[in-house]
């Protein structure tokens, strides 16, 4: 009986080293993958999320500001016309 457990733990050792094994080949190749993706987009000149999202701020800060002067302008501007008019 105990060449039968003894099988079946030399079995059972084998498929566990057998998993083990694929799970660190598959960890390997998800790094070499993630690795590979990482140059390519490097190459693409992406921009990055910080960068992104600092330029998005300073668009709608300038977009405020100008929507200001806007307005100023055309205040001046009605305030032109009346003084020549007056």
Request: avoid cysteine; hydrophobic fraction near 40%.
């Amino acid at each position: 009986m105990q060449t039968k457990s003894t099988l079946a733990d030399d079995f059972s050792n084998l498929l566990t080293n057998a998993v083990g094994a694929a799970k660190g080949v598959g960890d390997e190749l998800k790094a070499a993958s993630r690795a590979r993706m990482d140059g390519i987009v490097a190459d693409m000149d992406l921009v990055g999320r910080e960068e992104f999202d600092v330029l998005k701020d300073m668009v709608a800060s300038l977009t405020t500001d100008n929507e200001k002067m806007g307005k100023t302008i055309t205040s001046l501007k009605r305030e032109i016309t009346k003084l020549k008019k007056g």
